[in-house]
């Protein structure tokens, strides 16, 4: 099989085929012979997007999968034009050890068209696993139960994690339990619990020598930190969210307020901008959507996260048309990084448009808009934050290991 359009990775965008055999790239250039695919200079195609911040809800407790399956989440990572997931551990029944951790990956469908990844669960008291698996860490309390109440208690458990992949929920405990009694839902989670545990984990980093990623940044703030530990050569990256990208606290209404609760919160116009220059010229290593799906009536009663996976692709055109990104860039948050986690612990190779990697691929048209509609939704929560919105492109097609599974 033989793709034609223009190519986008990091190195720059060409014009060129890519021949295709056995779900593999096995030829990048030009006059490959006839094309089976052919895709308009409106278009671009990347290796395929990754998402690795997302809350997909099912367990085998299956106490959330009224909010989301992983069936459901599959369909809404490919209409966002995801091909791979990485999903949080903090279920009802947590994947903090092997039997568990299995328990929940059997659960994935055969014939399910995303790669996903499980984060193992870490709490107090935990071990690592046998098997190499990214881990995840809530420094405080976000939803679910699976937390640390204490600095000194996450630094003991973390002694035995030497080498791992840990991503961090960054929310100083200790201090969101003396704003506790504050009056809005930003009040009660102030940029300063933020970034006191950017900085400790950035201490944890040095102190145990392991992998640390930091999740949902959404305060300028801890930016400079970041930007020191990597000048340092830790081993430490970051992500972003669409929302902590796209809205602010200057939005918030009493209409809307349930409904733009996350953890953690909004900020301000200036962290977003902050944000949004960080992830354009490489600080912030990743776009990442942290899914959060809850049914329209359990956001109303006020409960956080919002849903984004059906939105993805959409939304990185906006990032390209709007905000000034590349798609050099776009390829780097979006794909090759992305893809460089997924490569860690599964077979195959994603994130680059190079001979021996996967087929798999995400193709945005930037001349379609895409208006986002609540029946269009493929998650299981049926909603939308950014309904109503026109975002200046589309996902135009997905492959997966050389099979066409979108239009």
């Known amino acids: 099989m033989i793709i034609q359009g223009r190519l986008a990775d990091i190195d720059g965008v060409k014009k060129a085929q890519l021949r295709v ?13 006839d094309p089976d695919h052919v895709f308009s200079d409106d278009c671009l195609i990347f290796s395929g997007f990754g998402d690795v911040h997302v809350h997909a809800r099912q367990d085998p407790s299956g106490k959330e999968c009224h909010k989301e399956e992983f069936a459901t989440a599959a369909a809404a990572a490919i209409h966002g034009g995801v091909v791979h997931i990485a999903d949080m551990p903090n279920n009802p029944d947590a ?7 299995a328990r929940k990956e059997a659960l994935v469908p055969d014939d399910c068209p995303v790669g996903f990844t499980f984060y193992a669960g870490i709490g107090p008291g935990t071990k690592p696993l046998e098997r190499k698996v990214p881990y995840k860490a809530y420094m405080g309390p976000s939803i679910g139960q699976l937390f640390f109440r204490t600095q000194a208690q ?15 929920h960054c929310e100083d405990p200790e201090l969101l339990a003396s704003y506790s009694s504050e009056g809005t839902h930003e009040q009660k989670r102030p940029p300063i619990c933020e970034v006191t545990a950017v900085r400790f984990a950035i201490e944890m980093i040095k102190k145990h020598r392991f992998h640390g990623h930091v999740a949902h940044l959404s305060v300028g703030e801890a ?16 992500e972003v969210t669409p929302h902590h990208l796209f809205f602010d606290q200057a939005g918030i209404t009493p209409e809307n307020r349930t409904f ?60 390209l048309l709007e905000k000034g990104f590349t798609p ?46 609540r029946g269009d939704i493929r998650s299981k929560c049926g909603w939308s934050p950014f309904e109503g919105v026109t975002f200046p492109g589309s996902v135009e097609a997905v492959f997966v290991q050389g099979n066409r599974i979108t239009s």
């Open 21 to 33: 055999d056995e779900g593999r790239i096995v030829e990048v250039g030009t006059g490959l012979g």
């Open 95 to 101: 994947p903090v050890d092997e039997a568990a951790y």
């Open 154 to 168: 996450l630094d003991e458990t973390l002694a035995d994690y030497s080498g791992k992949y840990i991503a961090f």
């Open 223 to 238: 930016l400079p930190y970041i930007y020191v530990a990597k000048a340092m050569g830790l081993p430490i990256t970051t």
């Open 260 to 319: 733009m609760q996350m953890n953690p919160p909004l900020r301000t116009r200036a962290d977003r901008e902050t944000l949004l220059e960080g992830l354009r010229d490489g600080m912030i290593d990743m776009l990442a959507t942290d899914h959060a799906p809850h049914l329209l009536e359990e956001k109303a009663r006020g409960i956080s996260g919002q849903p984004h996976l059906d939105t993805y692709g959409p939304f990185v055109t906006w990032l």
């Open 328 to 373: 050099e860039r776009i390829a780097m948050i979006c794909s090759a990084k992305p893809g460089a986690f997924y490569s860690r612990y599964h077979e195959g190779t994603l994130g680059h448009l190079l001979p021996e990697h996967d087929a798999t691929f995400t193709v945005l048209n930037l001349a379609r808009p895409t208006t986002v509609e």
